[in-house]
C-alpha cells in the first residue's frame, strides 16, 4: 500500500501568516493527491483535488502543487475560520485509497 | 444538493455482525463510486472501502480485508457495509462518501454525510 506522510503533526500561526502544509508520498502517484480540510465535529471538506485544482466554493487562498511524491498546502493568509485539521489523500493506488495523518492548525 | 444520510450504528459486542447503511439523494446514484470512511474517536480519517459504480470492482483496506463487505443498490439509491468479526479497533464515527467518478481509483470524495457511530466494546 502507499503510504502517505504528512508534516507537520501540527502547528500554530496566527492570523494573516502563510501557511504551508507538506504530503510526501511512499511511490510515485504523479498527481492523485487530493486535500481535504475538517473541522471539530464535522465532516471533511474537499479543498483541492488533483494536486493543484481548487473546488468549487473554496476560496482562491488555498492552493495546492507539486508532482509524483512530494506535494504542498498553502494558504495564502489565514483566515479565523481556516482553523482545522488538514488531510491529504491518494487517489492512485489501485482499489486501495490512504490518508496522511492530518495537519491541525491551531491559533497562535 | 446532494445528501448522505448514513444508519445502523451503534454499541456491539467484539466479535459481533453490524451492517451500516447509507441513503443516497441529489444526485444520479448509478454515475458515482461510494466509499466508507472511518474516523477513530480523535484520529485520523482512514477509508475502510470503496465499490464502483456497477458493484464490479471493490477495494478494501488491509484493516477490514475478510471481515468486511460493502455493496451497494442502485435501485435503492443506497450503500451498504456489512462488518462481521468486529474487534474494539473498529471503534469509530463511519462517513459514506461519494467518488467524483464512477471508478474507485483515481477517487476522490466530494460530498460526505455526517457520519454514524460504531462503539465496539465488552
Same mark, same amino acid.
Given at each position: 500500500?502507499?503510504?502517505?506522510?504528512?508534516?507537520?503533526?501540527?502547528?500554530?500561526?496566527?492570523? $494573516?501568516?502563510?501557511? #504551508?502544509? &507538506?504530503?510526501?508520498?511512499? %511511490?510515485?502517484?504523479?498527481?492523485?493527491?487530493?486535500?481535504? =480540510? *475538517?473541522?471539530?465535529?464535522?465532516?471533511p471538506n474537499l479543498l483541492i483535488f488533483a494536486a493543484s485544482s481548487?473546488?468549487?466554493?473554496?476560496?482562491?487562498?488555498?492552493?495546492?502543487?507539486?508532482? $509524483?511524491?512530494?506535494? #504542498?498546502? &498553502?494558504?495564502?493568509?489565514? %483566515?479565523?475560520?481556516?482553523?482545522?485539521?488538514?488531510?491529504? =489523500? *491518494?487517489?492512485?493506488?489501485?482499489?486501495?485509497?490512504?490518508?496522511?495523518?492530518?495537519?491541525?492548525?491551531?491559533?497562535? | 444538493?446532494?445528501?448522505?444520510?448514513?444508519?445502523?450504528?451503534?454499541?456491539?459486542?467484539?466479535?459481533?455482525?453490524?451492517?451500516?447503511?447509507?441513503?443516497?439523494?441529489?444526485?444520479?446514484?448509478?454515475?458515482?463510486?461510494?466509499?466508507?470512511?472511518?474516523?477513530?474517536?480523535?484520529?485520523?480519517?482512514?477509508?475502510?472501502?470503496?465499490?464502483?459504480?456497477?458493484?464490479?470492482k471493490i477495494g478494501y483496506a488491509d484493516s477490514v480485508k475478510g471481515?468486511?463487505?460493502?455493496?451497494?443498490?442502485?435501485?435503492?439509491?443506497?450503500?451498504?457495509?456489512?462488518?462481521?468479526?468486529?474487534?474494539?479497533?473498529?471503534?469509530?464515527?463511519?462517513?459514506?462518501a461519494k467518488g467524483h467518478v464512477t471508478t474507485v481509483t483515481t477517487?476522490?470524495?466530494?460530498?460526505?454525510?455526517?457520519?454514524?457511530?460504531?462503539?465496539?466494546?465488552?
Amino acid at each position: 500500500d502507499i503510504q502517505m506522510t504528512q508534516s507537520p503533526s501540527s502547528l500554530s500561526a496566527s492570523v $494573516g501568516d502563510r501557511v #504551508t502544509i &507538506t504530503c510526501r508520498a511512499s %511511490q510515485s502517484i504523479s498527481s492523485y493527491l487530493n486535500w481535504y =480540510q *475538517q473541522k471539530p465535529g464535522k465532516a471533511p471538506n474537499l479543498l483541492i483535488f488533483a494536486a493543484s485544482s481548487l473546488q468549487g466554493g473554496v476560496p482562491s487562498r488555498f492552493s495546492g502543487s507539486g508532482f $509524483g511524491t512530494d506535494f #504542498t498546502l &498553502t494558504i495564502s493568509s489565514l %483566515q479565523p475560520q481556516d482553523f482545522a485539521t488538514y488531510y491529504c =489523500q *491518494q487517489s492512485y493506488s489501485t482499489l486501495s485509497l490512504t490518508f496522511g495523518g492530518g495537519t491541525k492548525v491551531e491559533i497562535k | 444538493e446532494v445528501q448522505l444520510v448514513e444508519s445502523g450504528g451503534g454499541l456491539v459486542q467484539p466479535g459481533r455482525s453490524l451492517r451500516l447503511s447509507c441513503a443516497a439523494s441529489g444526485f444520479t446514484f448509478d454515475d458515482y463510486s461510494m466509499h466508507w470512511v472511518r474516523q477513530a474517536p480523535g484520529k485520523g480519517l482512514e477509508w475502510v472501502s470503496g465499490i464502483n459504480w456497477n458493484s464490479g470492482k471493490i477495494g478494501y483496506a488491509d484493516s477490514v480485508k475478510g471481515r468486511f463487505t460493502i455493496s451497494r443498490d442502485n435501485a435503492k439509491n443506497s450503500l451498504y457495509l456489512q462488518m462481521n468479526s468486529l474487534r474494539t479497533e473498529d471503534t469509530a464515527l463511519y462517513y459514506c462518501a461519494k467518488g467524483h467518478v464512477t471508478t474507485v481509483t483515481t477517487s476522490y470524495f466530494d460530498s460526505w454525510g455526517q457520519g454514524t457511530l460504531v462503539t465496539v466494546s465488552p
